[in-house]
Structure formats: C-alpha cells, structure tokens
C-alpha cells in the first residue's frame, strides 16, 4: 500500500516537472497537504499570494491563462507581480488568488515574485559624480 502511495507521489512529481517545463513561468507550492500549481503574485516573510492554476473551470479560462503567462513571462523583467504589469486583462482571474502563511508554505519548483525585492533593488542604486581635478 505504501509503495503505491509513493509510486503515484513520484509519478505526480515527474507530470509536475514536464508541465513546469513547458510554462517555466508556473510555479509549484504544497501548503496544508495540498498541492497547487499557478502564478506567484508575491511571496514574502508572511504571506504568500498565488493564482491557482487548478481553480480554473474551463478549457478557455485555462488557455488565457497559460497565454497571458506567457505574456508577462517575455515580456516583463519577471519582477514585477503578473498582476501588475497586466493589469486589466488580469483581473478575470481574481477568483482564483489563494493567500497562504508563508511559514508553511513549500515552494517546490518555480519562480516567485516579490514586492520587497523591487524595493530592496531600488534602494541599492547608487548616483556617481565625476570630479575633474584642476
């Protein structure tokens, strides 16, 4: 019993990482004994936010998705939440946001976006004068 139990988790596993390897922008969390597959809108010390990929109803739903994903992947600099750079064509997946505590949040594969890093990369900028000697 236990090694099928383990056979199908790998199975699970190995169909997650072709998915993830075909949309390298999805990204793949375990919370609660529960597994989800989406877009991270932000993650950081406290909550993590993701569009949940498996909320989605129909085949239409799922296909704007992936393309709009797709969209924000080569087209952004990937730090900025897919919400944002998208903006109104986003927003017909505000249904599907779950919010979770980051403490127990396992991210398994897949990137993360998250709004402190923009502040943090901001904040590094540094302005350099030159000075000729006379």
């Not at 169909?15 to 949309?23: E, G, H, R, S």
């Not at 979770?100 to 949040?105: C, L």
């Amino acid at each position: 019993m236990l090694g099928n139990l383990l056979d199908i988790y790998r199975k699970v596993e190995i169909d997650i990482k072709a998915l993830l390897a075909q949309y390298p922008y999805l990204t793949y969390i375990v919370y609660g004994g529960n597994d989800y597959v989406g877009i991270v809108q932000n993650a950081d010390e406290q909550i993590t936010t993701i569009y949940d990929f498996g909320s989605l109803k129909t085949p239409e739903q799922k296909a704007k998705f992936l393309e709009l994903g797709e969209q924000w992947w080569w087209e952004s600099n990937r730090i900025i939440p897919i919400n944002v750079f998208l903006k109104q064509d986003w927003t017909l997946f505000k249904f599907c946001v779950k919010t979770m505590n980051s403490k127990d949040v396992e991210i398994k594969y897949g990137p993360q976006t998250s709004l402190k890093e923009i502040a943090a990369k901001r904040s590094k900028r540094r302005s350099i004068t030159l000075v000729r000697k006379v």
